[in-house]
C-alpha cells in the first residue's frame, strides 16, 4: 500500500517462553514513510482490541491521492466518518488533504466554520466541496 515501507525486525515467543500459540509474535518493528514503529503483543489471549485513541494519519497531497489510500485502507464502512477508517486489523486511519490542514490553520474563523460544516458530514473527504466552502461559494 505504501511505497516507502518495509519490515523490520519480527522476534517470535520461543518454546521457553510462555504462550497460546507457537510462534506467535512478541515484538516486531516495521517503517511507513520513513517512520518507524514498533508493535508489541502478549504471549496469552486478551481483550485488548484497537481503538480511536491510537490512528495513523496519511497527508495527501490532491484527491487522488486520497481515493488511493481509501480504497486501500477501508474495511469497516460503519466505522466511516470526517476522514476516518478503520482497517482490516481494526485500526484507525485519517486520510486528509493537506489542503484541508492549512485551511483550517490559516483561514479566519469564518472560513474555518464553513470548512468543518463541510467535511462534518462526510465518510471520505472530498477536496473540491472543502474548497469551496473555504472560498464561501
Keep these: 500500500i505504501f511505497k516507502n515501507s518495509r519490515t523490520g525486525n519480527i522476534y517470535r515467543y520461543g518454546e521457553e517462553q510462555q504462550h497460546d500459540k507457537p510462534d506467535s509474535v512478541m515484538y516486531a518493528d516495521f517503517m511507513l514513510e520513513k517512520s518507524w514503529f514498533a508493535i508489541m503483543d502478549s504471549g496469552h489471549a486478551h481483550k485488548f482490541d484497537f481503538n480511536e485513541a491510537i490512528s495513523f494519519m496519511v497527508n495527501c497531497q490532491d484527491q487522488s491521492e486520497i481515493d488511493y489510500y481509501w480504497n486501500k485502507l477501508t474495511a469497516d464502512p460503519a466505522s466511516e466518518q470526517c476522514g476516518w477508517l478503520k482497517d482490516k486489523f481494526g485500526l484507525s486511519w485519517q486520510i486528509t488533504p493537506s489542503a484541508m490542514n492549512d485551511m483550517l490553520s490559516n483561514g479566519t474563523a469564518e472560513q474555518v466554520d464553513r470548512v468543518t460544516q463541510a467535511f462534518l458530514p462526510m465518510k ?8 469551496k466552502a473555504f472560498k464561501g461559494l
Design 124 to 131: 471520505k473527504l472530498e477536496i473540491a466541496p472543502l474548497e
